[in-house]
């Protein structure tokens, strides 16, 4: 309903921005006080909408695609590496972090994609597409921007022993064994790899060999030989 009030918060929202309170000077509807022009009114399917870009320089006539609205409640598209993307599930919570203030809301996954694509990559290779709603509405100035996606696909119950990902080689046979260097000498030691993130590998030695915290380790054979110190 278009009444007196909402007249004056018309007539008051003109006057604010410094324009003149457009009114009809001709036909049925003449004289009847503040009127919005239809030209200035965009309609949308659904609410809420939120302004996202607007292409129009002030003081110039308005053509093309003048503004671009998000509508509804809007979801992250999130790109995963073929490798990880078997750990992520449907409903897992992931932290949204804005890169540029650093601040950080909750989300959750709603999909996971079953193909890899690349177009639109951002690492310029394949990756499995992944849908994120956050649990609450994003701010108007994440819409558009790139964010960070963090997921904790597990986590141990303790203290777990862990080498760095560069330190871990697998064998013909499919074994993987980390080697361990005890002086001059080094040992082959066979390890189940059990959780892995942040570029560190939680392992379990198997079988007769032994590892603890403190050892060093070599870390990629064949293009590096620094040991490293197993944290």
């Known amino acids: 309903m278009y009444g007196a009030g909402t ?6 929202y003109y006057q604010a921005i410094g324009y003149q309170v457009p009114t009809v000077s001709v036909g049925p509807k003449a004289d009847r006080g503040p009127m919005v022009p239809l030209a200035e009114i965009m309609f949308v399917p659904d609410l809420p909408a939120r302004v996202v870009k607007v292409a129009g320089p002030v003081g110039q006539e308005a053509s093309g695609s003048f503004v671009t609205l998000a509508m509804g409640d809007p979801a992250i598209a999130g790109q995963l590496s073929p490798s990880s993307a078997g750990l992520v599930r449907r409903g897992m919570t992931v932290t949204i972090t804005n890169p540029a203030t650093g601040q950080s809301r909750s989300g959750y996954v709603r999909s996971v994609g079953q193909r890899t694509e690349t177009s639109g990559s951002i690492s310029g290779g394949v990756y499995v597409p992944m849908s994120v709603v956050p649990d609450s509405p994003l701010p108007t100035s994440m819409i558009g921007q790139d964010v960070g996606l963090t997921i904790a696909a597990a986590s141990s119950a303790g203290p777990v022993l862990a080498v760095p990902d560069a330190a871990i080689f697998a064998r013909a046979d499919g074994d993987t064994y980390v080697t361990r260097v005890i ?6 030691v066979p390890v189940r790899v059990d959780l892995t993130g942040n570029g560190m590998v939680a392992i379990t030695p198997t079988g007769s060999g032994t590892l603890t915290a403190g050892d060093l380790v070599v870390i990629g054979v064949g293009y590096a030989r620094s040991p490293a110190v197993v944290p």
Request: glycine share 8%; hydrophobic share 40%; proline share 0%.
């Open 183 to 188: 002086g001059s000498r080094s040992v082959q």
């Open 7 to 12: 007249e004056s918060a018309v007539a008051a």
